[in-house]
Every structure is written in C-alpha cells, then in structure tokens.
C-alpha cells in the first residue's frame, strides 16, 4: 500500500514518472520494468527499473538526480 502511495501523491504532483532500485518480481506489480538505456552505476540493469505514468518512456537522455550518492542517466 505504501508504494501505491507514493505512485499516487508522484501523479499528483504532476511526476512523470519514477524510478526504483530493487527486486523486479516485486516492484514488477507497480508497472515498473528494466529498460537498457536506463542506467546506474555498477547495478545490474534488472534491478534499476522505472515507470512511466503516461506509458512511455523518454526517448530523450535524461539526468536522474537525487541524493549525492545517486548519478544515474537514462540513455536514449
């Protein structure tokens, strides 16, 4: 319930999407899925998944920012 949540309050605040580092088979039920442009740093691509709330995903390069420790890119 609380990753339903945080999805809902991301879309309310007009997110456009997310992304998530951890078990396919969990975060899988949430829409979310690996994408090969979409990487992090020394983790397996399976595990750094994302979603998009309008069904697809960019197809531009984005920086993915957040904490410090977190530098991600999602390549086109």
């Given at each position: 319930m609380l990753m339903k949540a945080a999805l809902a309050e991301?879309?309310?605040?007009?997110?456009?999407?997310?992304?998530v580092l951890g078990n396919p088979a969990?975060?899988?039920?949430f829409g979310f899925e690996a994408h090969s442009?979409?990487?992090?740093?020394?983790?397996?691509?399976?595990?750094f998944q994302?979603?998009?709330?309008?069904g697809e995903l960019p197809k531009e390069t984005y920086s993915i920012t957040g904490?410090?420790?977190?530098?991600c890119n999602f390549l086109a």
């Amino acid at each position: 319930m609380l990753m339903k949540a945080a999805l809902a309050e991301l879309k309310r605040l007009d997110g456009l999407g997310s992304v998530v580092l951890g078990n396919p088979a969990y975060y899988g039920h949430f829409g979310f899925e690996a994408h090969s442009g979409l990487v992090l740093a020394g983790v397996s691509l399976k595990y750094f998944q994302a979603v998009s709330f309008s069904g697809e995903l960019p197809k531009e390069t984005y920086s993915i920012t957040g904490h410090s420790t977190l530098q991600c890119n999602f390549l086109a």
